[in-house]
């Protein structure tokens, strides 16, 4: 993260001898990125953090991808993939599913209403969006309350689980990338502080609230990690003598965070902006941007909807939350929905929405995008939930391979 945050105790020295309450001495950890070169954190333990009494396979979900052959957009219906009643047994670990993926990037959605086991993702960081619904997100550097419209960025390696309200139902949207995920760097300053012209800053950006102490034994946690399986994945489970949230303390720049999409301040112009103006995060060839509530495009003869474009270099994924998205009258699209739109493929506006768009000052819509740099493929949540009817909503439905 771009500055440094402290909780609880820590020594006035880092690397030197630090004593708990009971005179039994604190085990410091080191959690950084790129070896000891980038952000990284300390964290005082109560027990030694490599203790392991037992370990044994975990066979992850399903994580087969399949190429986008032919190459076609797609309309993907995500709330399709989970009952209410499903919903009851899947915790935000084991019950994720995977749409979509490369070697950068996975995407996966589940509806969840059970508290996840522990969990660390040791291939990359996380960013997941809460579509709907509340949680607390609870890890070694404390507690992250998350609901509705929330992003939460959680390091690589840390160790953590969802807790879900009893009864609750709560939709959440995984970016798990193979990358560090931070701030869009064109909104950094040298020294990694947001700029003024950003569209959030730091205090936007909520942090762990205190520090967790369980005392629990012979606890396991799942362990996603590179492996030889699908998508060079593969699934550990760790049993530890002692709960990993013992930390009495921790200072550093890398940890947990919270940002809310209704805290983006979005950029508008006289004509159409390209859609760099919605970033909000980026991982290793890939973006995450924001479309949110604004007042759009103010030159006299200005279109408000997206010009027809070529996705050169991108696949682009269009998650569609709430509101009325423009471009997208009269395709199906609706809450819950993603378009693929692969690159290789022109495409915009759906017919009428030009001419629909004249005039307008306001878009009421609210959708998370994610650009990749690298082609994706599909999983088995994309293959059983595409409409099989968006290639051929610009053209009324006239398909000759029916």
């Given at each position: ?5 402290k ?6 020295t880092?690397h ?16 950084g990125e790129?070896?000891f070169?980038s952000?990284?954190s300390?964290?005082?333990?109560r027990?030694i953090?490599s203790?392991l009494?037992?370990?044994r396979i975990w066979d992850?979900?399903d ?5 986008n052959?032919p190459?076609?957009?797609r309309?993907?219906?995500l709330h ?6 499903d919903?009851?047994t ?6 994720r ?9 996975r ?5 969840v209403?059970?508290t996840?086991?522990l969990?660390?993702n ?5 960013c ?6 509340d949680?607390?997100v ?13 992003y939460i960025i959680?390091p690589?390696?840390t ?10 139902r ?5 970016i ?6 931070g701030?869009a ?6 020294r990694?502080q947001?700029l ?8 936007d950006l909520?942090?762990?609230?205190g520090t967790?102490?369980?005392?629990e034994q012979d606890v396991?946690?799942?362990?996603k990690?590179?492996?030889?399986g699908?998508?060079?994945?593969a ?13 009495i ?7 947990p ?5 209704n805290d983006?301040?979005p950029?508008?112009?006289k004509?159409h902006q ?6 909000v995060?980026?991982g290793?060839?890939f973006?995450?941007c ?13 279109v408000?909807v997206p010009?027809?474009h070529?996705?050169v270099d991108?696949d682009?994924?269009m ?5 009325d ?5 009269g ?6 929905s993603v378009?693929?739109h692969?690159?290789?493929?022109a495409h915009?506006?759906q ?13 009421d819509e ?7 740099f690298?082609?994706?493929d599909l999983g088995e949540?994309?293959l059983?939930s595409d ?7 610009w ?6 391979n029916d």
């Open positions: 993260m771009a500055y440094y945050r909780l609880g105790s820590v020594p006035k880092r030197t001898l630090m004593k708990q309450e009971n005179g039994a001495i604190a085990y410091e950890e080191l959690m790129e070896g070169s952000d990284s300390l964290l005082y333990h027990h953090p203790s009494v037992g370990a992850l979900p994580q087969t991808l399949t190429p052959a190459l076609i957009p309309h993907l219906l399709d993939l989970f009952s209410d009643e919903a009851a899947v915790d935000a670990v084991t019950g599913r995977l749409f979509l993926g490369n070697g950068d990037v995407l996966s959605y589940a509806v209403g059970t996840s086991p969990y660390r040791g291939v990359g960081d996380e997941v969006y809460v579509e709907d619904g949680a607390v609870e890890t070694v550097f404390g507690a992250l309350p998350v609901s509705k419209g929330d959680i690589r390696a160790t953590h689980r969802w807790v879900i309200p009893e009864g609750a709560t939709r959440l949207y995984f798990e990338a193979s990358s560090h995920i701030p760097r064109q909104y950094l300053s040298k990694g947001l003024e012209h950003a569209p959030y800053c730091e205090r909520r942090g762990p609230e967790l102490l369980v005392d396991d946690i799942y362990i990690h590179r492996g030889s699908p998508n060079g994945l699934g550990t489970i760790h049993t530890v003598p002692e709960h990993p949230f013992d930390v303390g921790w200072d550093g720049c890398l940890y965070y919270v940002f809310n999409i983006y301040m950029i508008t112009g004509v390209p859609p760099p103006v919605h970033q995060f980026e290793n060839n973006v995450i924001n479309f949110v509530p604004r007042k759009v495009d103010y030159h006299p003869l200005s408000p010009y027809y070529s996705n991108s682009e994924i998650f569609y939350v709430d509101g998205y423009e471009a997208r009258k395709s199906g699209i609706g809450k819950g378009s693929i692969p690159g290789g493929h915009g506006p017919p009428g929405a030009v001419e629909g768009s004249l005039g307008a000052e306001y878009f609210l959708a998370v995008m994610v650009d990749t690298r082609p994706l949540a994309a059983v409409d099989g009817k968006y290639a051929s909503s053209t009324g439905g006239r398909w000759i």
